[in-house]
């Protein structure tokens, strides 16, 4: 087994936001990078028997760009975290290259669905479970379609997945809702009723103890992106229900969100004010605020900022590497929130693995 050792670095910000009338604060730090020098975007990333799993992805092995001739790859790599103040270890390969599908962490193993590679989209469905030092792999059932770019939570014991394209040539997005339930995997994968509202890829899920919930995502029209505001929740027994439209788009921001109470906290993402800009080296960067929905008051407000190197007068020159990442999945932890790996401009990917603990 291979082990890479990255000097932990803490730094601390404070961000904050009511929950239940009490006031939520979260205390950023970054864990220690993953052993890769560029990073990973779309990696699968989850818990599975209480190790952090970061798996899959793609980059540009030159830190390179699209726009200067570089060619993206894929990866199968597996790596673990045992602790906040350990290293990562390898840990095994995926069946093959895959990134940008839906991580959903189960009492089971970590279920990674769907996502994408140099070949093409794929339908695969795996659980990921670590025993004995080494990550061991289980075929679920498999989509009824390719699918890349979904996103997707656990409600109870049903996993469910909504949006993305079928295929890397793709100009529309998919309106499609499928739900799997872990104890009855034998009937496979059900296609539900979808929400009131536009196809979507990029989306930004999130799960409570009985609903799925939708946020933000882009819909592909002719291939051409409009970034979407609209926000909904989805019961087994009532079915879908509209909420109050988010401040700005989040997409792609780290999925599934961060739920506690009656408050949902979304991290960041891409709100399309900078889409057609092509700054390319330039870009500065997606958004760093977290927005907390309160669903008993069907309102938004803006909760503060993700930990950045942005901070502090004493950084002369920031470290892109350390700006809020998207195209990566939210992982809760060791009582944390970890943010794992991501692109934190076009093209531009992170090892680094951003921590918040939750202060009340």
Known sequence: ?????????????????????????????????????????????????????????????????????????????????????????????LPHSIGYGTSVSTPKGLVIIGGSNETGHSADVVLLNYKRDKIQIDTMPSLPFPLANTCGGLVGQTIYVAGGILSPTSKETENVFLSLDLNKLEKGWTSLPTWPGESRM??????????????????????????????????????????????????????????????????????????DSNLKELHPGFSNKILCYNEVANEWEIAGEIFTDKHGDSVKKPNESIWAPVTTALALWQNRIILAGGEV?????????????IKH
């Open 1 to 93: 087994m291979k082990r890479f050792a990255v000097s932990l670095i803490l730094i601390f910000i404070q961000t904050s936001c009511m929950s239940q009338g009490k006031n939520i604060s979260f205390e950023w730090g970054l864990l220690n990078n993953i052993p890769d020098s560029v990073g990973f975007a779309g990696s699968f990333v989850g818990v599975a028997n209480d190790v952090l799993v970061v798996a899959g992805g793609s980059n540009f092995p030159d830190g390179g760009a699209p726009w200067l001739g570089s060619k993206k790859v894929w990866y199968n790599k597996i790596f673990v975290l045992k602790s906040p103040s350990s290293i990562w270890e390898e840990a095994g390969t």
């Open 202 to 275: 990029l989306a930004v899920a999130a799960a409570s103890k009985k609903n799925f919930y939708l946020f933000s995502g882009a819909k592909l029209e002719n291939g051409h992106r409009h970034y979407l505001k609209d926000a909904y929740s989805y019961n087994d027994k009532t079915g879908w229900k509209k909420l109050k439209d988010l401040p700005s788009a989040v997409v792609a921001a780290p999925s599934p969100a961060y739920t506690l109470n009656d408050g949902i906290f979304l991290f960041g993402g891409d709100d399309g004010s900078l889409a």
């Open 345 to 357: 401009r076009p093209a531009t990917r992170t090892p680094h693995v951003l921590s918040a603990t």
